[in-house]
């Protein structure tokens, strides 16, 4: 456990969670916006921030202004900088994130305008198929444009984990029982490898909460923006499918379906035709998926650095669902 390094701007060590709750650290985040939101023109309604939410890893305050609602997000440093990954990918796709007033690199803050709807909150079980495949169009048009940032991301230390990396993370974990997998990921990162496909940003947690969506139509849907990049990493594109094909089954209770699997995947896979054959990412997929699942591990030791013992406990079952998988899945290999 990190957290006797210190959290950045904080003025007290300890947990996370515990720094973000104390008024010292609202105070001082407070007067962080109400220095750089008069810049732009805004003024702060005096009886915000509220705070809805703490996390182990992020936390953030709701402030109202007389330009409407806006939104301060603070994470602990060991999880994607997301500060650097809007000003990146904001170079090659700004119109497929949602826009930034103010970051504080070194603190880990970042503060921007409300951006209205989830998806999640707009669609229903009956239209997330299809503007769940529109916004995987654009999803996949993000991470092409990337292509030409990922050195920059990395150096901004956004993690590097493609294929090989991904294998030689789980080997490190140096559990006995999963060596049982060893083997089923370097296969399956080899066979991945051996497509082509170039490393982009992967969102690493890409559902339906975490895009931006005016509402229900399909045009909004192509007009959705992307947020919350904090489990992001530089890695092979068709890993983000891992969480894209269960978000519908789980934010609106539809069962496994391989139809709208399908149909998803084709929307997706659209966005890389001229790349690689189809039938060649399809052939693929599922090892882009075995190897994103040591990513979702990778994300939540990120994630839980700064944790205290009882909250490491709470969110365990978590990777403990992602270790049972891999197994389950690289048993016959």
């Keep these: 456990m990190t957290q006797s390094a210190g959290l950045p701007g904080a003025t007290r060590a300890g947990p996370a969670t515990q720094v973000w709750a104390s008024d010292r650290w609202r105070w001082e985040a407070t007067r962080w916006i109400d220095a750089v939101l008069p810049r732009r023109g805004i003024t702060r309604v005096p009886v915000s921030p509220r705070q809805p939410r703490i996390r182990p890893w992020s936390t953030q305050l709701v402030i109202d202004t007389d330009h409407g609602r806006a939104w301060f997000k603070a994470a602990v440093p060991e999880v994607a900088p997301e500060a650097a990954i809007h000003r990146l990918l904001g170079d090659v796709a700004p119109d497929l994130l949602a826009p930034q007033w103010a970051v504080d690199a ?10 209205g709807p989830q998806l999640r909150d707009v669609a229903t079980p009956e239209t997330i198929t299809s503007l769940w495949s529109g916004v995987l169009r654009r999803y996949a048009r993000l991470q092409r444009a990337s292509v030409s940032v990922v050195d920059r991301l990395v150096d901004a230390g956004v993690p590097l984990l493609g294929p090989l990396d991904l294998v030689q993370s ?10 049982a997998a060893d083997a089923g990921l370097l296969a399956a990162a080899e066979r991945l490898l051996e497509v082509g496909l170039p490393l982009t940003i992967e969102h690493g947690d890409l559902h339906a909460g ?3 969506c005016a509402d229900g139509s399909s045009t909004a849907a192509h007009n959705a923006r992307f947020f919350d990049w904090g489990d992001a990493y530089v890695g ?5 499918l891992l969480i894209a094909l269960r978000g519908p089954g ?12 399908d149909r998803l995947l084709r929307a997706y896979l659209t966005g890389w035709s001229d790349v690689v054959s189809t039938q060649d990412a399809r052939r693929v997929a599922p090892d882009a998926m075995l190897l994103a699942r040591v990513a979702r591990l990778i994300g939540w030791d990120r994630a839980l650095a700064r944790a205290t013992e009882a909250e490491r406990a709470q969110w365990q079952e978590h990777p403990d ?9 690289t048993a016959d290999g």
């Design 250 to 261: 789980y934010h609106f209770g539809l069962p496994d379906d391989p139809e709208r699997d």
């Design 170 to 179: 789980w080997v490190a974990r140096g559990h006995g029982h999963e060596r």
């Design 321 to 329: 669902q992602w270790t049972a998988e891999i197994l389950a899945l």
């Design 236 to 240: 092979n594109p068709l890993g983000s």
């Design 210 to 212: 975490n895009v931006f």
């Design 106 to 115: 070194e603190r880990g803050w970042i503060l921007g305008p409300d951006q």
